[in-house]
């Protein structure tokens, strides 16, 4: 009975603490795992089609020679795609026909069923940090996983501000005051 007992608490005790430990790595693991598709996902949601579109505009155009300027030659047909993008990603939803061009499908919601943004950017952020403000009530966690979506909505819109500052066309500056626009709505956001 004594070495029994001597037994489960020598071997018994470890195996336990052992499995707590390992339950622990598990769980940390999930969360982490759920976190970056959560990120992700949103990060998707909110400018895959913009950067989709500007994949399409940047693949389908060939280097203008004119003057060695490195300007590409666009078609018409991939800078409206862009152009659409950018309309549907707009805050502020000045016309009535908005809310149509905004639940149009996209080609790449097409290929992919990726759900694709509803509003504009900007209510995207927000409808965001406020969903996670109420399901998670923890300010750290909360950062933790906005800021990364913020960092990549940013980056996509500073990545299409660089392509369509090279673009030789009468819509360009048109398209980079959306750009610019849709920009510092992303950095008001916190």
Known sequence: ????????LRDGTPN???REV???KMLEAQLKITCEHLITRQSDTMVGDLAYALQDLHTSSGQNGKGGEGKLNIQEDRLKEVADVLERMR???ESGSAKNKKTAETPRTKLTGT????TGVKEGLL???ENLRLYLANKT???MLFEPVKANVKKV???ARDIIGSVEHERARELMSVLLQLESETLTIT
Request: charge should be positive.
């Open 1 to 8: 009975g004594k070495a029994s007992l001597q037994s489960l």
């Open 16 to 18: 336990i603490v052992t």
């Open 22 to 24: 390992n339950a622990k």
């Open 91 to 93: 805050s502020d939803g």
């Open 115 to 118: 759900k694709k943004l509803k």
């Open 127 to 129: 409808i965001l940090a």
């Open 141 to 143: 966690m909360e950062k």
């Open 157 to 159: 819109l500073q990545h």
